[in-house]
């Protein structure tokens, strides 16, 4: 390859050249890809490494993109149910001070009933 003819380069290309450096290449992107991937990826990823070249070239041509979109999923998901969960926080807070609120009014209530009725005791007396 370093002299830079059509005979290097076919023996690059026929001679087996090309596919080593490009499996070196797949376990880099694949080693990358477990480094800073999610879950889905990061699992594919060190599965593909310690498997056989079919299996590495699947996963850098199509299964890392499917595992990312797999991520992607959960991701949406956690965010979905994050929110659910804040949305009944905010809820259960504000029944909580609507109770607080009830309670506080029947003990104004209970104490001005107490108040009437100590009222109409001493009108009738």
């Known amino acids: 390859m370093r002299t830079n003819t059509a005979p290097a380069l076919e023996g690059f ?73 804040q949305s009944g926080r905010r809820v259960a807070d504000s029944a909580s001070a609507m109770a607080a609120d009830a309670r506080a009014a029947h003990y104004r209530a209970v104490g001005s009933a107490a108040r009437a009725a100590e009222f109409a005791a001493e009108a009738r007396g």
């Open 13 to 85: 290309v026929t001679g087996g050249g090309f596919e080593r450096a490009r499996q070196v290449d797949q376990i880099r992107e694949a080693y990358a890809l477990a480094d800073s991937g999610g879950p889905e990826v990061k699992a594919a990823a060190q599965a593909a490494v310690v498997g056989d070249r079919a299996m590495l070239n699947d996963f850098i041509m199509v299964g890392q993109y499917v595992r990312q979109g797999l991520d992607d999923q959960r991701a949406a998901h956690d965010a979905q149910i994050a929110g659910m969960l």
